[in-house]
């Protein structure tokens, strides 16, 4: 069992930047692959981004590419961050943390455990 809370999240204006956190608490951290997802008003959840359990893969969905950035910390905190640079208001959503025991993982059906979810608002 895995429990993520996640926190960072705002209202930013275009342009701007915002860093998510999400602390895990549970089973060895280090075991899985962590993701973020994000789901608009009326839309389907999609991939974000993901980081392998080492830390040393990452994937990112085009979207985002060249904007945001996902990293862990296996040793101190097992936290894993999204740094979100450039932001449009089409970023604008609810970012959910997630954890897979399977590795790669892409897709919200591979990921078991999951957050309550952060709001980011990006204002125009």
């Known amino acids: 069992q895995v429990q993520l809370v996640e926190s960072g999240g705002g209202l930013v204006q275009a342009g701007g930047s915002l860093r998510l956190s999400c602390a895990a608490s549970?089973?060895?951290?280090?075991?899985?692959?962590m993701a973020w997802f994000r789901q608009a008003p009326g839309k389907e959840r999609e991939f974000v981004a993901a980081?392998?359990?080492?830390?040393?893969?990452?994937?990112y969905a085009d979207s985002v590419k060249g904007r945001f950035t996902i990293s862990r910390d296996n040793a101190k905190t097992t936290t894993v961050y999204l740094q979100m640079n450039s932001l449009k208001p089409e970023d604008t959503a609810v970012y959910y943390c997630?954890?897979?025991?399977?590795?790669?993982?892409?897709?919200?059906?591979?990921?078991?455990?999951w957050g309550q979810g952060t709001q980011v608002t990006v204002s125009s």
């Open positions: 997630a954890a897979s025991g399977t590795y790669p993982a892409t897709t919200s059906r591979d990921y078991g455990y």
């Open positions: 549970g089973r060895t951290f280090s075991w899985y692959t």
């Open positions: 980081i392998s359990p080492s830390g040393g893969v990452t994937h």
